[in-house]
């Protein structure tokens, strides 16, 4: 068997049946041994062919705790949708640590939205207040689901307030809130209101250098936490300056797309990292009435400690195809 | 057809047929496109599972003259052989530049094995004289294989001098040479029989931080190319000396393990890299005394223009399984 491989396709990926709530889990013990410098997780080096924004990029990572080794070769193409392909497209290779053998070769898609939806919720865990009952989301596209999944599972939510450029986008995730999360979800027609009077807030549009800066000062309420999937995009100068509690999942690849890449310009200085916060190295909320905020980049470490656990449960269900090494 | 991907198996791979002559040509083309400036190939992170010298990285590269992206994903376990696994085992996966959508995943042994032995073919034609006709191998493995191979695809060889501290893989080799290569194969017993009196002279034996240095000064006749598939492992201070040209594939990658890795301590300064050869922006073999020498690392470029002529073969020939993405 050493010399076989799995293949499982995106399907075969989702059809493992992995919920979110064992997602969440294995992703924050994860940032445990991140927290405790158990992991190694070298820079994403990456190739980018044609003109723009076009990369692949190389994520590897061991986890030893978790016997867990490989890595996540993800491409983002923003001219893909024109052309009928997705943005993200890539494979996740995992190994066995003890020989350096593949193991399984799977489609990252639907790992990567999961697990950046879990660390979010990891974050929450630790800078928002538990009995966070009313979220905001901006732009309701996969993160916007994945995301109100996530916080659905450890907080006691009970509203969503949805805003999206597109109508589709946003009837989609209040379909998803209502009948599959059995949430009240409102769709808002403008920003301010996807964001004032809500203990949580995501902001998962696109990712840009230049933020549109849309959310302004006093728009987050204070005690409130959100998590900038789409980094510091949506927020003004001003609604910066206002968080008590700026914090990111590492902040080496932080001052990374600081420094090199042009990101996080106007943003605070990093508070702490969410695997000080998950060892209690550093405090997360400790007021009711702070603004707590996340700015995790994506890492190398939450695709190799969910990618074992759909090995298993693969393997348990038959699914995908066995391969000759 | 763009959403499914070809997985070839490390014997699909070799049963594309992929000749050494072709791959001698693809790589020189790349080296062209590197020392021309046109191939991003960032820096090879890697994992360290378990403790010595266990290593897995990451190689991405991206050709644009040959439309060709991806990273080599490969691992080397010095253990693996006492259980009866291969030292070196890896996947490559393979990209359309123009989507980033995985064309092909396929094992990367064979290619690893042949392009590494195209280089120093590579490296030969313009360092090595071209009436070469004798050959030593110091240590017969699969690159005193391959390397064989690949030099006579480009000399006149007639004579094969073989060492190997292990008599099977030396007979292994002789047989080889003569029935497969029509070469009269010489198994000689010490070291020095297989260096003077030679050409061309490859030294592939294991790769070694601190050197065995078997070779001693004035072992390699003037005139001779060598080959250090194994770095400078086999190399003496005082035969490193007597090198007139000393070159490798990569001077960046070159000076990191110099530097911070700790091989080439004793080595003489970089005189040029393969691409500046092949590009003529710097001289080759320019007398018919020099003594030069080829210390290549193994490129990530190296497998990206390989890749695409496997794929390509593959397809014709129906092998391989396609798989959903």
Same mark, same amino acid.
């Given at each position: 068997?050493?010399?076989?491989?799995?293949?499982?396709?995106?399907k075969d990926v989702a059809d493992a049946g992995l919920t979110m709530d064992r997602i969440i889990d294995t992703v924050e013990k994860g940032?445990?041994?991140?927290?405790?410098?158990?992991?190694?997780?070298?820079?994403?080096?990456?190739?980018?062919?044609?003109?723009?924004?076009?990369?692949?990029?190389?994520?590897?990572?061991?986890?030893?705790?978790?016997?867990?080794?490989?890595?996540?070769?993800?491409?983002?193409?923003?001219?893909?949708?024109?052309?009928?392909?997705?943005?993200?497209?890539?494979?996740?290779?995992?190994?066995?640590?003890?020989?350096?053998?593949?193991?399984?070769?799977?489609?990252?898609?639907?790992?990567?939205?999961?697990?950046?939806?879990?660390?979010?919720?990891?974050? @929450?865990?630790? %800078? *928002?207040?538990?009995?966070?009952? !009313?979220? +905001?989301?901006?732009?309701?596209? /996969?993160?916007?689901?994945?995301?109100?999944?996530?916080?659905?599972?450890?907080?006691?939510?009970?509203?969503?307030?949805?805003?999206?450029?597109?109508?589709?986008? @946003?009837?989609? %995730? *209040?379909?998803?809130?209502?009948? !599959?999360? +059995?949430?009240?979800?409102?769709? /808002?027609?403008?920003?301010?209101?996807?964001?004032?009077?809500?203990?949580?807030?995501?902001?998962?549009?696109?990712?840009?250098?230049?933020?549109?800066?849309?959310?302004?000062?006093?728009?987050?309420?204070?005690?409130?936490?959100?998590?900038?999937?789409?980094?510091?995009?949506?927020?003004?100068?001003?609604?910066?300056?206002?968080?008590?509690?700026?914090?990111?999942?590492?902040?080496?690849?932080?001052?990374?797309?600081?420094?090199?890449?042009?990101?996080?310009?106007?943003?605070?200085?990093?508070?702490?990292?969410?695997?000080?916060?998950?060892?209690?190295?550093?405090?997360?909320?400790?007021?009711?009435?702070?603004?707590?905020f996340a700015a995790n980049l994506g890492l190398a470490m939450e695709d190799m400690a969910v990618c074992p656990l759909i090995f298993d449960?693969?393997?348990?269900?038959?699914l995908g195809t066995w391969l000759a090494l």
């Amino acid at each position: 068997m050493t010399e076989q491989i799995l293949y499982l396709s995106q399907k075969d990926v989702a059809d493992a049946g992995l919920t979110m709530d064992r997602i969440i889990d294995t992703v924050e013990k994860g940032f445990v041994e991140m927290g405790n410098g158990r992991v190694e997780m070298p820079p994403k080096p990456g190739v980018h062919p044609g003109e723009g924004d076009n990369f692949i990029h190389a994520m590897p990572a061991y986890i030893p705790a978790m016997k867990s080794c490989g890595v996540k070769w993800v491409s983002g193409y923003p001219g893909n949708p024109e052309k009928g392909l997705p943005y993200i497209n890539g494979l996740l290779i995992y190994n066995d640590p003890d020989t350096g053998m593949p193991l399984s070769v799977m489609d990252c898609t639907w790992i990567t939205a999961m697990r950046t939806a879990a660390a979010s919720a990891v974050s @929450a865990k630790y %800078l *928002a207040r538990p009995e966070s009952a !009313t979220i +905001g989301i901006l732009a309701c596209g /996969v993160q916007g689901h994945t995301n109100l999944e996530a916080m659905n599972v450890l907080f006691p939510l009970k509203k969503v307030l949805a805003f999206d450029t597109k109508k589709d986008q @946003a009837d989609a %995730l *209040a379909e998803y809130g209502q009948k !599959t999360l +059995g949430l009240d979800v409102e769709i /808002v027609s403008d920003p301010r209101s996807a964001v004032t009077g809500c203990d949580i807030v995501v902001t998962s549009g696109p990712i840009l250098k230049v933020p549109h800066a849309t959310i302004k000062k006093d728009w987050v309420d204070e005690g409130s936490f959100v998590s900038c999937v789409d980094f510091d995009s949506f927020f003004s100068r001003n609604a910066l300056a206002q968080a008590d509690k700026w914090t990111t999942d590492n902040l080496a690849q932080y001052n990374h797309y600081k420094d090199h890449v042009g990101f996080f310009i106007d943003c605070p200085d990093i508070y702490a990292e969410l695997g000080e916060l998950v060892t209690g190295r550093k405090k997360g909320r400790e007021t009711q009435t702070e603004r707590t905020f996340a700015a995790n980049l994506g890492l190398a470490m939450e695709d190799m400690a969910v990618c074992p656990l759909i090995f298993d449960l693969a393997k348990d269900k038959h699914l995908g195809t066995w391969l000759a090494l």
